[in-house]
């Protein structure tokens, strides 16, 4: 089965500073998308960010920026000047033929005051 | 603001009962998706529909799931009969392009 594995059962960083959340996939596909999503204690997914395989920039969304090394299936989050509503699980994504996502077992983020 | 809809939010019920949970996708969203959370296995696909035919179902246990679209608006997952293992977070996600929009999910316990 292909899969998304997220090594990093839980993480925790002192606000204001950075961390990296880390994802690899499995895929035989040469063209797909990568996502990363927040779900906070509302159970609420929301889209963090995402990355489509072909592009070989990384994608950035403000505080929010990805590292993608296609080559070797790995697609980690960086979240720079982290605030206390960063706290959630992080949940990486893989979309497959038809658009299905893949998911991984997700990241808990804590943010520390 | 355009958003994915789950009723209902919670659903307490006993085993053997009949669950029906509902989603109204994102107008113009042709694929819709159904998904479940548990804290063993995580997030898994159960069905999805494109332009309301049901395109892959076999992440459904086939014996007590059943998941249709009457119209483009409605989307509905049954549950017939209820088994405590179906305790979970379902998720309804609509999508038009390779960005998926979720509900806001409905909570079932089965006692």
């Known amino acids: 089965a292909q899969t998304v594995t997220q090594s990093q059962p839980e993480m925790s960083v002192q606000e204001a500073e950075t961390v990296t959340l880390s994802c690899t996939y499995d895929t035989s596909e040469s063209d797909y998308y990568l996502f990363w999503y927040k779900q906070p204690p509302s159970r609420q997914m929301i889209l963090v960010i995402r990355q489509e395989a072909y592009k070989q920039q990384n994608a950035t969304e403000n505080r929010f920026s990805v590292n993608f090394q296609k080559a070797a299936k790995s697609f980690s989050l960086k979240i720079s000047d982290s605030q206390l509503g960063d706290a959630a699980m992080y949940f990486c994504?893989?979309?497959?033929?038809?658009?299905?996502?893949?998911f991984g077992g997700g990241t808990r983020l804590m943010v520390k005051p | 603001d355009a958003r994915v809809t789950q009723t209902p939010r919670h659903k307490v019920t006993e085993m053997g009962q009949e669950v029906t949970m509902r989603c109204q996708p994102i107008?113009?969203?042709?694929?819709v998706f159904w998904y479940r959370q548990t804290m063993m296995q995580g997030l898994e696909l159960l069905a999805y529909f494109r332009n309301r035919a049901p395109l892959d179902d076999s992440g459904m246990p086939k014996d007590r799931f059943s998941a249709e679209m009457p119209d483009a608006t409605l989307a509905t997952l049954k549950i017939q009969p209820s088994e405590p293992r179906d305790s979970a977070v379902y998720f309804c996600?609509?999508?038009?392009?390779?960005?998926?929009?979720f509900g806001p999910g409905t909570r079932l316990t089965v006692l």
């Open positions: 107008l113009g969203h042709n694929t």
């Open positions: 996600a609509s999508a038009l392009y390779n960005e998926q929009f």
């Open positions: 994504a893989r979309n497959n033929a038809g658009n299905m996502l893949t």
